[in-house]
């Protein structure tokens, strides 16, 4: 009787806390998120980079703010990123490429850098996933000269948003991915 007694009010402590810890859960996910994510402040550059990957958001920002005036050059590192922007009517003029199977965000900032070195750029926008953003940044920051402005822009990626992206499962894992992949950047880099 006295174990039992015990255990039901070890179980009248306990569970309360842990239903408060569930759910704060994604309270907690959702603070995290808005802490890791950094994005810039939208403005005029000589160029917008659409690094590899992402082709379902990024080559779509690029094109607004090409259309928007923001940007005459649109840089690109495959050849998928130029048929989606040729089909939203950039014209191939204002689309160059900066990098040919480039393999990391590594490998693409060092190239972006000979490539604005080369073109005499001295400012960029670079759209990218929100989770993303913070390593992309600090990638490039190493990459490139102090003062070459980057814009580092968060988009929303087409499986989920800013405002949602804890409640499924796409979301919690490309944050989980990130966060390893940002840590291995800073050891590795």
Not at 133 to 157: G, H, Y
Request: hydrophobic letters at 50%; charged letters at 20%.
């Amino acid at each position: 009787m006295k174990l039992s007694r015990s255990a039901l009010v070890l179980f009248a402590v306990i569970a309360p806390v842990a239903l408060v810890v569930w759910t704060g859960r994604g309270w907690f996910l959702r603070a995290a998120a808005h802490q890791w994510i950094i994005s810039d402040p939208l403005g005029p550059a000589d160029a917008v980079a659409i690094l590899g990957g992402g082709v379902t958001v990024r080559p779509f920002a690029a094109a607004q703010y090409y259309r928007q005036g923001l940007v005459t050059k649109i840089l690109i590192d495959g050849p998928d990123s130029e048929a989606i922007l040729l089909k939203l009517g950039v014209p191939e003029s204002a689309i160059e490429a900066f990098g040919h199977a480039l393999r990391n965000t590594h490998e693409e900032a060092l190239a972006l850098r000979a490539c604005m070195e080369q073109r005499n750029l001295h400012s960029i926008i670079v759209p990218t996933e929100i989770f993303s953003t913070r390593r992309v940044r600090w990638m490039l920051r190493r990459a490139l000269p102090i003062e070459f402005q980057i814009r580092v822009i968060a988009l929303d990626a087409p499986d989920y948003r800013l405002e949602d992206w804890s409640r499924g499962m796409p979301g919690s894992a490309a944050f989980e991915k990130e966060v390893i992949k940002y840590i291995y950047y800073r050891l590795r880099y």
